[in-house]
């Protein structure tokens, strides 16, 4: 299986930017699809972004498409998010998420999809 961790979370003022990083092993890095959620205090966990096996592919939430971008370094079996124009609404713990691939080198958007994920960083905007 693989190994998860993400960092790069902190407390950012609305307008500002973060990047987000989740580190694996354990496992081929390039074998699986990834995905980030996010999931705030009182509301259950949401779809943000997801990448496919080479990068090729990627999709976005509406509610920040335009705003963040999802990206991949398989030589350092890193997935990032980079997140810009922050608002307060982007206040949650984020998670980072691995399906394995397989042949199905996929951008999923559903997090029933995913194996494996990590523990969460804390993204705090303040207004």
């Known amino acids: 299986q693989v190994q998860l961790v993400e960092s790069g979370g902190g407390l950012v003022q609305t307008g500002g930017s973060l990047r987000l990083s989740c580190a694996a092993s354990?496992?081929?890095?390039?074998?699986?699809?990834m995905g980030w959620f996010r999931q705030a205090p009182g509301k259950e966990r949401e779809f943000v972004a997801a990448?496919?096996?080479?990068?090729?592919?990627?999709g976005y939430a509406d509610s920040v498409k335009g705003r963040f971008t999802i990206s991949r370094d398989n030589a350092k079996n890193t997935v990032y998010l980079q997140m810009n124009s922050l608002k307060p609404e982007d206040t949650a713990v984020y998670y980072c998420?691995?399906?394995?691939?397989?042949?199905?080198?996929?951008?999923?958007?559903?997090?029933?999809?995913?194996?494996?994920w990590g523990q969460g960083t804390q993204v705090t905007v303040s207004s």
């Open positions: 990448i496919n096996t080479n990068g090729g592919r990627t």
């Open positions: 998420a691995a399906d394995y691939a397989g042949i199905a080198s996929r951008v999923y958007t559903t997090g029933s999809r995913y194996a494996y």
């Open positions: 354990g496992r081929t890095f390039s074998n699986y699809n």
